[in-house]
């Protein structure tokens, strides 16, 4: 269809690529295999992240320019752990400040969509 260098991509490690779940401990080794295997290519031209490893609880860190709905930035959370489950949405109140367009997460091993807003558009 189109090559999978043109084909924007997130590589999002789970428990079972690079440890962390119940015995199964997170470690150096692990990350290097997965970054072997899965190689990060020059895509990122027009991303920009904004932090990496911050504790859930403490959003302080977002970017007051995605707390506008002027804004015409794409905001990704990436996460290990699921802010939206079957069971249901348990997210910070900055992150939901924040408005999202998209959250991924590594844990639960299944992909899924969802959307939210009033509808218009």
Partial sequence: ?????LVPTFLV???NDVGGEWNDP???FKMNRFRTH???????RR???V?????????KWVSPRFFSNQSDLISV??????MVTPYGMDPSPSLLRSEPSLLINGHDHVASGTS???GQG
């Fill in 47 to 49: 991303i920009g992240f």
């Fill in 77 to 82: 959370y990436v996460s290990h752990l699921p």
């Fill in 116 to 118: 939210s807003g009033s």
């Fill in 13 to 15: 490690p789970g428990d």
């Fill in 1 to 5: 269809m189109y090559p999978t260098i």
């Fill in 51 to 59: 932090k990496f490893f911050v504790d859930p609880l403490n959003t």
């Fill in 38 to 44: 899965f190689v990060s290519y020059p895509r990122t």
């Fill in 26 to 28: 997170l470690t150096e």
